[in-house]
């Protein structure tokens, strides 16, 4: 059998789900056939000392959690991963990292749907909370959120954009129609959170009135 | 017809909510220049070259976490704010005149956003001036950050792209730094407004 050094690792995606601590993740090379080991290493802007991963296991296999006490922002840390076998290292291309600027929140929670009626007809009024770990509260971060709306079995999604509110109603439903609804978040500097889970709601029948 | 206005003070809420959404605004451009920038400039050529190493305003102190931020005094963040935008005014000049002769293919529309930028930075420290009189003399505080990089960016093509790139950086940081304290602020000032934040 041919032994060889690891292969490149690469740091494929730093997030903060709050720019209040954050994770990196990297994708390891090839093993070389021998038993390989990852490490990461970051440096902070203006500064020469180079720290280990404070924490290789919360987040999971192939990443690095740093906790509140270990995150800055707007400080830059410099980061790279490096890969060891008996034979060696082999070092990842390095890569530049603000907090402020990898935020992508978790998705909304508490989504709530109810059939609301105005003057006989009916509307959807979808309400929802902020991801718990996001402190919008203190202002430190802010959400805008979007929505999403759509028949049962149908493929096209219907937009809304929610700006910072937090309650948003519907019109103009079909009588009798089964409706999924979704809600996202995003901060104002930064990348939209994932659907929150589908809500199911069924609208009563009723008569157009013309 | 003579109309007396009733002149009803705005109240600081509404300020900060209007000042907020400017230094949204003024981050965002910043972050569009940035990626405008970088969409016709070489990684490496930023790699090898040397850059200035740290910002004009990096010695002004600011917090570097939620929990320090969250323990600043309202003046004492509307004093950092106003101090890095004051900060600005001379390398905004700068980096406008540069923007009209940069080697880059997308040089007029990045020469337009830094006049967008100069505009929205001129107009939030006018709002920011009214705010500080009305939040007492704490507020009136500035620290005084002088940019002595000079009005010339370099002489050959690469140190010119290079050196702007770095001046825009450090722009796009302070830019958040200030979106990021007059949003605290103006969530403290809205305590009335729950739906606010």
């Given at each position: 059998t041919r032994y060889s050094l690891p292969g490149k690792p690469a740091l494929t995606r730093c997030?903060?789900?709050?720019?209040?601590?954050f994770t990196c993740w990297w994708e390891p090379g090839s093993d070389g056939g021998l038993p390989t080991t990852y490490a990461l290493y970051y440096r902070k802007e203006n500064s020469e000392t180079v720290y280990e991963c404070p924490?290789?296991?919360?987040?999971?296999?192939?990443?690095?959690?740093?906790?509140?006490?270990?995150?800055s922002i707007w400080v830059n840390y410099n980061i790279t991963v490096v890969a060891s076998n008996a034979l060696g290292s082999t070092f990842s291309d390095p890569v530049d990292i603000d907090v402020?600027?990898?935020?992508?929140?978790?998705?909304?929670?508490?989504?709530a749907v109810t059939v609301m009626e105005d003057k006989g007809w009916p509307f959807l009024r979808v309400s929802w909370e902020p991801p718990h770990k996001a402190d919008t509260r203190s202002g430190w971060i802010t959400l805008i959120y979007e929505l999403r709306v759509k028949l049962e079995g149908e493929n096209e999604w219907e937009m809304h954009l929610a700006g910072q509110q937090k309650m948003f109603n519907i019109f103009s439903l079909r009588s009798g129609g089964r409706y999924l609804?979704?809600?996202?978040?995003?901060?104002?500097?930064g990348f939209w959170s994932e659907w929150s889970s589908a809500s199911h709601i069924k609208v009563p029948d009723y008569f157009h009135r013309e | 017809l003579y109309m007396v206005a009733a002149c009803k003070a705005v109240p600081i809420s509404d300020l900060l909510d209007r000042a907020s959404q400017r230094s949204d605004r003024l981050h965002s451009l910043s972050t569009m220049l940035t990626r405008e920038l970088d969409s016709h400039f070489p990684p490496i050529g930023r790699m090898i070259?040397?850059?200035?190493?740290?910002?004009?305003?990096?010695?002004?102190?600011?917090?570097?976490?939620?929990?320090?931020?969250?323990?600043?005094?309202?003046?004492d963040l509307l004093s950092l704010a106003r101090s890095l935008l004051r900060a600005w005014v001379d390398p905004l000049l700068v980096l406008s005149s540069s923007a009209n002769t940069l080697p880059h293919p997308a040089q007029n529309s990045i020469?337009?956003?830094?006049q967008e930028l100069q505009e929205h930075s001129k107009n939030l420290g006018d709002g920011l001036n009214i705010l500080s009189g009305k939040m007492g003399p704490a507020a009136q505080t500035m620290s005084l950050l002088p940019y002595r990089g000079g009005n010339d960016l370099g002489q050959d093509k690469i140190s010119k792209l290079i050196n702007f790139q770095f001046l825009l950086s450090c722009f796009r940081r302070d830019s958040h730094k200030i979106d990021s304290f007059l949003k605290v602020l103006r969530c403290r000032a809205a305590k009335m407004q729950p739906e606010m934040c």
């Open positions: 997030r903060s789900p709050e720019k209040e601590t924490d290789y296991h919360t987040a999971g296999k192939n990443s690095c959690f740093f906790n509140k006490n270990d995150t402020v600027y990898i935020v992508k929140p978790n998705p909304p929670e508490k989504v609804v979704q809600v996202r978040c995003k901060p104002d500097h | 070259m040397p850059r200035p190493a740290m910002c004009h305003t990096s010695s002004l102190q600011t917090p570097n976490d939620k929990e320090q931020a969250l323990q600043v005094s309202e003046s020469s337009n956003k830094i």
